[in-house]
């Protein structure tokens, strides 16, 4: 079986260096042995992913957060008590015990506690702390079910743990310290701004995009399908794409047009955090409904709609 819910199975591979899909309450990730280089350099093959884009390593407990780091400033600490285990991911200062691979050289590791109950109890069979992306080929949509992974690695990996359906559905936001000791978002994610900012006292900026040189993996054309995606005002789109095969990927109305093959509501019950979680599982079905265009709109930025926009744009590239 390629994919199951046994943890045993998921460890024994792991222990012997190979690479597993795993869940987590965001999206699927490829998790190998973070202490172990060899294994980690197969994530990077298996995903056809560049080695400048280093990769967040999964704990479950304090005690190995410090044996795989040096310092832990003070506020990220308790913003991490806040909100871990959960979908936020903090750069700190890395210790030895992290070989340059992970980090593509830099002096900071990204570290995650996810969420998701069998990952949990793997990480807590294991003696070492699992480096993972996100279980989808590079540049591709996101995984958040073991049939999302399957679909595009499946012929590359022996076992998907499968922990079903991802609850959030968007990556963990990333966050670090800058120079000026304030915290700042690398990347949009489960946890919103305007949740750290009740611990900062201040709103985090979002310094996310390829300017970034901190976070080299926030490349702009990231999340495409196959097909071209457009975002605008989807009354307009539909106009000016008439003649296309469309499918519409709205936040909670319906369109009718004789243009549309397949009309996708993210939360119809305009709900951000539906939307969150039924964002890639619905670009998928949008992707592979035989549409030649995607048409999207960009929801109300705030909360975890700034995620789910920042992915829509990637995706729109
Ligand atoms: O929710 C998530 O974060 C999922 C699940 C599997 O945990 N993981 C995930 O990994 O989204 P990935 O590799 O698809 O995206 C991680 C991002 C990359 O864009 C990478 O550049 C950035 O995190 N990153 C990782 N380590 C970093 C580091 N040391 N410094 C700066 N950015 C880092
Ligand atoms: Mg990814």
Not at 65 to 88: H, M, N, Q, R, S
Not at 125 to 154: C, M, R, W, Y
Not at 292 to 307: H, Q, T
Request: net charge negative; with cysteine.
């Amino acid at each position: 079986m390629k994919a199951g819910s046994d943890i045993k199975h998921a460890a024994t591979l792991l222990r012997s260096g190979k690479v597993v899909a795993i869940p987590t309450e965001t999206v699927y990730g490829l998790a190998a042995n973070a202490f172990n280089a060899e294994a980690v350099i197969n994530i990077f093959e298996i995903k056809n992913r560049p080695k400048f884009n280093p990769l967040i390593v999964h704990v479950q407990s304090w005690e190995m957060v410090e044996k795989i780091t040096t310092t832990i400033d003070p506020l990220l600490k308790k913003i991490a008590e806040k909100f871990w285990p959960g979908p936020l991911t903090i750069l700190f200062p890395k210790s030895d015990q992290i070989h340059p691979i992970i980090t593509a050289g830099s002096a900071y590791v990204a570290v995650r506690m996810p969420n998701h109950p069998l990952t949990i109890q793997l990480l807590t069979e294991l003696d070492f702390p699992l480096a993972a992306p996100s279980a989808n080929l590079f540049g591709k949509i996101s995984p958040t079910t073991a049939a999302h992974v399957l679909e595009q690695l499946g012929d590359q990996i022996e076992y998907v743990l499968d922990g079903g359906e991802c609850s959030v559905g968007v990556e963990s936001t990333i966050i670090k310290m800058n120079m000026y000791e304030k915290v700042e978002i690398l990347r949009p994610g489960g946890v919103s701004a305007e949740e750290i900012a009740e611990i900062t006292g201040y709103l985090p900026k979002t310094i996310s995009g390829s300017e970034t040189p901190e976070a080299p993996g926030m490349l702009n054309s990231h999340y495409a399908p196959k097909m071209p995606l457009v975002l605008g005002n989807i009354e307009e789109l539909l106009k000016r794409f008439a003649d296309k095969k469309i499918a519409v990927l709205s936040y909670y109305k319906k369109f009718e047009h004789p243009a549309i093959v397949k009309n996708y509501q993210l939360s119809p019950k305009k709900e951000l955090h539906e939307a969150a979680h039924n964002l890639f599982s619905l670009m998928h079905e949008a992707e592979n409904s035989g549409a030649d265009l995607i048409i999207s709109e960009l929801l109300p930025d705030e909360g975890i709609g700034r995620a789910i926009n920042d992915r829509l744009k990637r995706a729109s590239f």
